[in-house]
Every structure is written in C-alpha cells, then in structure tokens.
Nanobody
C-alpha cells in the first residue's frame, strides 16, 4: 500500500511562494494519479492539482490555474507543488493523495490514500 507524507507548509505573506513536497513510498501502480487537495476550515476538500505518475500528464483546479505547478521526480519518489502569487484564500491544510486507477473525475472519493496534511497559511 502506498504511503504519503507532505512537507513544506508554513506561513507566508500574500504574493509570496511556497513549495510543498510529498514523499511517496510503498507499493503503487505506475498508472496512478498523484494529487493535491486542500481543505479550509468548514469547507470540503478542494482539488488543486494532479499528475500521472507514468506519463506526467497534469491536471489543475480552476482556482489555482496559472499560479501552481505540479511535478514529480520518479527517481526520488516525490511529488512537488510549487505555489506562486499566494492569496489569503489559499490558506488551508494541503493533502497529498493517490488515485490508483489513474482515471475518473478529480474528486476526493477517487483518491483512496491520503497523507496527514500540511498547513499553509497566507497572511494579508
């Protein structure tokens, strides 16, 4: 079973940047989608970005397009999320997650394995 551990969260001022990293270990299918979701207080999980582990195809949520880039390093088994031009509305717990089928809508129910999350706080 795949294990996921996020790192890189913290406090940043509006307009700043952060780079989150997800360490991937254990067994998983190469066709898997590795994704990032976020959850703000009182809200549901929101899809941020995902990448196909095999061919590197990327997918982005509408609210972050143009500001966030997802990438993977197959040798290091990491999935990174580069976030630029951050705004207070980006404040949330960010989770790394795995969709073993590599298909389907980018919704939380299709991602069966999750990391514990890392807090990102953007101050105005």
């Amino acid at each position: 079973q795949v294990q996921l551990v996020e790192s890189g969260g913290g406090l940043v001022q509006a307009g700043g940047s952060l780079r989150l990293s997800c360490a991937v270990s254990g067994r998983f299918f190469s066709r898997s989608l590795m994704g990032w979701f976020r959850q703000a207080p009182g809200k549901e999980h929101e899809f941020v970005a995902a990448i196909n582990w095999n061919d590197g195809s990327t997918y982005y949520g509408d609210s972050v397009k143009g500001r966030i880039t997802i990438s993977r390093d197959n040798a290091k088994n990491t999935v990174d999320l580069q976030m630029n031009s951050l705004v207070p509305e980006d404040t949330a717990v960010y989770y790394c997650a795995c969709n073993p089928t590599g298909r389907g809508p980018m919704i939380d129910k299709n991602f069966g394995s999750w990391g514990p999350g890392t807090q990102v706080t953007v101050s105005s």
